[in-house]
């Protein structure tokens, strides 16, 4: 599946803000949900922050990256998710912070 627009969602135990987040930013409408991510970087949340965020029905396809405990951060998250994107040779990327 073609990924040209990349959401990234930095967390960290954000289950109690996720779902707000999340809903807002699909329902935005700005972008074609066939080639737009939404893509949760989790630094080890304890309280089912990604979890919540792959059960939110979406218009847009969902992934998690979870970047571990150690070294947690915002800005490990958001390089995770810029390499992410790179990966997938997307064309756009934004980042919403969760809380």
Same mark, same amino acid.
Request: net charge negative.
């Given at each position: 599946?073609?990924?040209r627009v990349v959401i990234g969602l930095p967390s960290f135990?954000?289950?109690d803000s996720i779902q707000f987040?999340?809903?807002m930013v699909d329902? !935005?409408?700005m972008f074609d949900p066939k080639v737009c991510v939404l893509l949760n970087?989790?630094?080890g949340s304890t309280d089912g922050t990604s979890k919540k965020f792959l059960n939110l029905p979406t218009r847009c396809r969902k992934e998690v990256i979870d970047t571990?405990?150690?070294n947690r951060g915002k800005g490990k998250n958001l390089l995770a998710i810029f390499k992410w994107a790179k990966q997938m040779d997307a064309e756009f990327v934004a980042t !919403?912070?969760?809380d």
């Amino acid at each position: 599946m073609e990924t040209r627009v990349v959401i990234g969602l930095p967390s960290f135990n954000e289950a109690d803000s996720i779902q707000f987040v999340t809903e807002m930013v699909d329902q !935005i409408g700005m972008f074609d949900p066939k080639v737009c991510v939404l893509l949760n970087a989790d630094s080890g949340s304890t309280d089912g922050t990604s979890k919540k965020f792959l059960n939110l029905p979406t218009r847009c396809r969902k992934e998690v990256i979870d970047t571990g405990e150690e070294n947690r951060g915002k800005g490990k998250n958001l390089l995770a998710i810029f390499k992410w994107a790179k990966q997938m040779d997307a064309e756009f990327v934004a980042t !919403i912070d969760t809380d």
